[in-house]
């Protein structure tokens, strides 16, 4: 990975920063920034300029957030940003989206989020795909990582689906090699998921059959977090792989 790796993020909430990509990256010698659509006014118009040229960026990182990609009407910076993911895909460079980021390079290429059946919140499994092609990102056959969603994506038309769960499953895609899409957290770190826990009103949305409580996450072992983390700085290393700085 070259030491002038330029990394931008897109951060939707406050709180749910880089997790634990932000050190493996920062080990690598990349320059991070990132744009925070929650830091703009509701009712300030975002122009598509305002974004950073995508000459400038080598690796695209979308995280979280509670928000849905279909609200628009409350969140109108969502239509700006798929305009600009669609020119950033178009031009083949690499990109990662996590949960809600998974979901908008989903909903920017054509594929449509919904509810899903079931909420997911906690500590769950995921199952690899069988038989995807060989050149495909390689994830373990089963894993532990850690959910918070009520919204699912479609795999979007191209797309090869990675890896699958019983509650929700559409859990990982792959397009092309340059992006990969998770409906989970693999970046989720104990200082991250401390500060979602202090959402309560989020929380409070959450009920039913696949959702841990406020005590059980607080509960938390440190090696829950390590198996993700590592998922996540393979994903990076793949899609960065195809391209030379």
């Known amino acids: 990975m070259a030491s002038h790796l330029k990394v931008h993020y897109f951060q939707h909430i406050a709180g749910e920063g880089f997790g634990s990509c932000y050190t493996y990256l920062k080990q690598q010698g990349a320059v991070i920034s990132a ?3 929650f ?5 300030q118009a975002l122009e598509i300029e305002a974004l950073p040229s995508i000459e400038d960026v080598d690796l695209l990182i979308i995280m979280g957030g509670t928000m849905s990609v279909n609200d628009e009407a409350n969140f109108p910076w969502l239509k700006i940003e798929k ?15 996590l949960c809600l980021g998974g979901q908008l390079i ?3 290429l ?14 769950a499994t995921v199952r690899k795909i069988q038989h995807v092609p060989t050149e495909c990102f390689e994830l373990p056959e089963q894993f532990n990582v850690m959910q918070w969603h009520s919204e699912t994506f479609e795999i979007p038309k191209g797309a090869v689906h990675l890896a699958e769960n019983t509650v929700c499953r559409n ?4 397009i092309g090699k340059n992006v990969l899409g998770f409906q989970f957290h693999p970046e989720i770190v104990p200082e991250t998921l401390a500060l979602f826990l202090e959402n309560d009103d989020e929380l409070n949305k959450f009920s039913g059959q696949y959702v841990a409580t406020e005590t059980e996450l607080k ?3 440190k090696l ?15 899609v960065l792989r195809q391209t030379v700085y």
Request: charged content about 20%.
């Open 224 to 238: 829950n977090f390590i198996e993700g983390n590592q998922i996540l700085n393979s994903a990076i290393d793949y």
């Open 39 to 43: 830091a703009l006014p509701i009712d």
């Open 106 to 108: 989903a909903n920017a």
């Open 35 to 37: 744009t925070e659509f």
């Open 219 to 221: 509960k938390s072992p």
């Open 171 to 174: 859990q990982m895609y792959q």
């Open 83 to 97: 305009r600009w993911l669609r020119r950033y895909l178009a031009a083949g460079k690499p990109a990662i989206g």
């Open 110 to 123: 054509g594929a449509a989020v919904s509810r899903n059946e079931q909420q997911e919140l906690g500590w």
